[in-house]
Every structure is written in C-alpha cells, then in structure tokens.
C-alpha cells in the first residue's frame, strides 16, 4: 500500500489539471509517506536482529533526508528539462519499483508473539498487541 499510494499520488499530481485535484494528490502521496515509518519500525522490530536494531535503526531514520536531498538535487534539473510534471512522471520510477520489488518477493515470516500479548489480528494486522 505504501508504495501504491505514493505512486498513484505522484501520478494524479503529474496529470492534475486543478488546485483541487493537486491537493488531493498530496492527500494521497500523504498516505503512501505516512505508512513508511510504522511499516519500517515494524520490520525493525519483530525481524532484526537485536544487535543490530541501533545501526539500522539509524540508516532507516537518515534514509528519508537523504531521499529528501537526492529529490531536491534531482527533480528541479530534470524539471528544467522535461517539465514539472515530466519530473514527477519520472519519479514514479522509485515506488513503481518498490511495488514490484514487493509483490515478486516472499513474505516475511509472521512476528514472534508476545508472552501475555493478547492476539490481535484486525487491529494490529495479525502481530500481537503491544503491551501498554
């Protein structure tokens, strides 16, 4: 979904024609950006090694300025080149790929519960409830 959103948003505001569709682009973007963190944290969490849980912890929480500063070196030269809107077609690149990365590679196997974790499927997405 992640990858989904941000694709579909990039791609409406590429071929937006009003301010109003442009805000509903970023609304969509919004959602596919708002899913990375909790998705990563969750990755971090139930499948890394604990030792190793700070350093990439630390590459995951840097990745998103440096994706930030790479987009702003990037998009305003090819913009200059192709058009606004040719930039943004051109950064579908990155989430189309993800997606597709995604959906050829095997799931990650299912979290270790939690002793004395309730199980929670529809709230939590099948991982235990994080005690309070």
Partial sequence: ML???TAAGL?????????????????????GFALG???TNHVLAF???????????GVKQS?????????????????????????LLASLVLPVVGLASRLSSC????????RGAPWCP???????CMPR
């Fill in 37 to 39: 963190n909790p998705a």
């Fill in 3 to 5: 990858f989904a959103a």
């Fill in 47 to 57: 499948h890394v090694d604990p030792h190793r849980k700070g350093v990439l912890t």
């Fill in 122 to 128: 529809a709230a939590c997405g099948g991982s235990p």
């Fill in 63 to 87: 990745g998103v300025q440096a994706g930030a500063f790479l987009a702003g070196v990037a998009l305003p030269g090819l913009a200059g080149g192709v058009g606004w809107r040719g930039a």
């Fill in 11 to 31: 791609a409406l505001a590429a071929v937006a024609r009003t301010y109003l569709m442009l805000l509903v682009a970023t609304l969509v973007t919004g959602v």
């Fill in 107 to 114: 799931r990650l196997p299912p979290p270790p519960r939690l």
